[in-house]
């Protein structure tokens, strides 16, 4: 696991450098917008830690994301709503980890049985 986050965070280094501004709107960010889901668990300067919660058929409200890394704790299948987009089904394994260039507004459904967590590092 210490190797995956290790992996992730040299990912958010590379991120930071080809990123802007790394916003992708001007949606709220996740911990405002559904707080039963998203807890900020830690920050410096430059980055955000979240961490995320979903219980089986849960959604959060709508939301986006800066640039950075999601580390998965848990198994997780979840459903992403975009506007204007058909809903889009991902699976992700526990220690899979995955940089983002931002993610615009959207909304995430745990579909699964079990509860889904990961956590988030978002540039500022």
Known sequence: MIKKLSCALASLFCVTLLSSNGLADESPPPWEAS???YQVIGETAQYRIILATWKPGQ???PHSHKAGVVVYLA???LRNH???SDPADNTFKAG???STSGIPSHR???I???DCQLIHVDMK
């Open 35 to 37: 707080p039963d889901v």
């Open 59 to 61: 959604i959060d409200n």
């Open 75 to 77: 198994d997780c299948n």
């Open 82 to 84: 975009r506007p204007g």
């Open 96 to 98: 899979q980890t995955r």
């Open 108 to 110: 995430t459904e745990n």
């Open 112 to 114: 699964g049985k079990a």
